[in-house]
């Protein structure tokens, strides 16, 4: 079940960390922009840090994970990784284009307040099914959590960093892929 191959899928993997260095790489300041904690709490802190370092455990198990070999699982994981790995791309060109202190706005900000998470949750969905590993769906399950509250201190930051800016840009644009709306009644 484990084992070292040259087409685990760790092929996956590599693409998405080495297009994420790539760009930081573009844009020295993005890199401290996005991980800068200040205004943060203790909690906040610690959530942010957590989510941070979630994908780098999952990155390097899929080096012993290999393929599965049930091809609608392996197609429908491809299928998911490249619509991460495009939306992944395209929400970094988007940040590297965006001037320090403007907010992120642009590209993919348009539909999803946050599309690099989006992106790199599809791209980890996509590898889930591509492998069939179970426990590699389990641990994206755990490691999203953290995330979204990761999301939730951005926002926080964000709201005091831009005020109405931001508040019009969140009335606009989900937090994830859509909004739920709920019907109201009329009285």
Request: glycine share 6%; with cysteine.
């Amino acid at each position: 079940m484990f084992r070292l191959s040259m087409w685990n899928a760790w092929v996956m993997s590599l693409p998405f960390f080495v297009i994420g260095l790539f760009f930081l790489g573009l844009k020295k300041d993005v890199a401290k922009r996005m991980s800068d904690m200040t205004g943060y709490s203790a909690r906040e802190r610690a959530f942010t840090i957590l989510a941070s370092v979630a994908p780098y455990p999952f990155m390097i198990v899929t080096v012993w994970i290999p393929f599965t070999t049930t091809l609608p699982l392996l197609y429908l994981g491809i299928s998911l990784y490249v619509i991460g790995m495009v939306l992944y791309t395209a929400s970094l060109n988007a940040i590297i284009r965006t001037s320090s202190g403007e907010l992120f706005a642009r590209g993919p900000y348009r539909y999803t307040r946050n599309p690099l998470y989006v992106a790199a949750t599809i791209v980890f969905m996509g590898i889930c099914f591509a492998t069939g590993n179970i426990l590699l769906a389990g641990y994206l399950a755990v490691a999203v959590v953290p995330q979204h509250f990761m999301i939730s201190a951005e926002e926080r930051i964000c709201k005091h960093r831009y005020g109405l800016v931001f508040e019009d840009y969140l009335k606009k644009v989900p937090r994830y892929l859509f909004t739920i709306r709920y019907p109201t009644r009329e009285l």
